[in-house]
């Protein structure tokens, strides 16, 4: 019946607008009543974000299943992952909600209170493991930021596209991305094909600080010009 009552929804919505809909409309296309409906949904608006409930449930499950010892923003990380995994089991239905969306003020505001609520989780999240630092809260709340939006940025990216681009790569490069920036332990592959170089200086014992610096600085402008 739940299903029943999005997909009665969406066609009244693609075929008349979303505020010319009533919820009358839906319930009489889906063959139900007025309680049926509130017994899933409470209010139009729900019916177009129905699965997002069980996303975050899931988000708080996998989240909360840490060992302790990994890398917490990796872990947020894919606890985003979890997101747009949801979008992409509906392909078609994902791009006509987000079609929609662009289209009526209202949806796009409870858009960003579902947002809100899922880089509320993660942040809560990290600031469980950045507890013991001074700055823990701070980090936390502008990580799970940066998650959210370069999830989004994946997200946006795919649904442009129709559906139709590797929604896989794009979240992989999204997440990559922060990890990079924020993660505790370098990305994969990071400094790959750079190796340390040693610099030896041969100077007099007798030889002024600033003149030895400048050998130093002279070498290393040297060797990066190589």
Same mark, same amino acid.
């Given at each position: 019946m739940r299903e029943a009552l999005v997909a009665a929804a969406f066609e009244l919505f693609l075929e008349? !607008? =979303?505020?010319?809909?009533?919820?009358?409309?839906?319930?009489?296309?889906?063959g139900v009543g007025r309680r049926s409906f509130f017994r899933y949904f409470?209010?139009?608006?729900?019916?177009? =974000?129905?699965d997002h409930e069980r996303s975050l449930a899931e988000m708080t499950e996998f989240l909360e299943s840490g060992a302790g010892d990994e890398d917490p923003v990796k872990h947020a990380c894919d606890a985003a992952r979890l997101v747009l995994r949801m979008y992409a089991e509906q392909p078609s239905f994902s791009v006509q909600r987000y079609?929609?969306?662009?289209?009526?003020? !209202?949806?796009?505001?409870?858009?960003?209170?579902?947002?809100?609520?899922?880089?509320?989780t993660l942040a809560h999240y990290l600031r469980g493991r950045f507890a013991d630092r001074p700055d823990g809260a701070l980090r936390a709340d502008v990580i799970a930021a940066a998650v959210v939006a370069a999830h989004n940025h994946a997200l946006r990216t795919w649904l442009r596209s129709g559906g139709e681009?590797?929604?896989?790569?794009?979240?992989d490069s999204a997440m990559a991305f922060v990890v990079g920036t924020w993660g505790d332990r370098p990305a994969e592959g990071a400094g790959e094909g750079e190796s340390d170089e040693v610099v030896v200086l041969v100077a007099s014992r007798r030889a002024p600080l600033w003149r030895m610096v400048q050998g130093i600085e002279s070498a290393l402008g040297e060797s990066r010009q190589a």
């Open positions: 008349r !607008g =979303f505020e010319q809909t009533t919820i009358d409309d839906i319930v009489a296309l889906a409470p209010a139009k608006e729900d019916v177009v =974000f129905p079609r929609l969306t662009r289209k009526v003020p !209202g949806l796009r505001a409870y858009e960003l209170s579902v947002v809100w609520r899922y880089e509320h681009s590797d929604w896989v790569a794009e979240v």
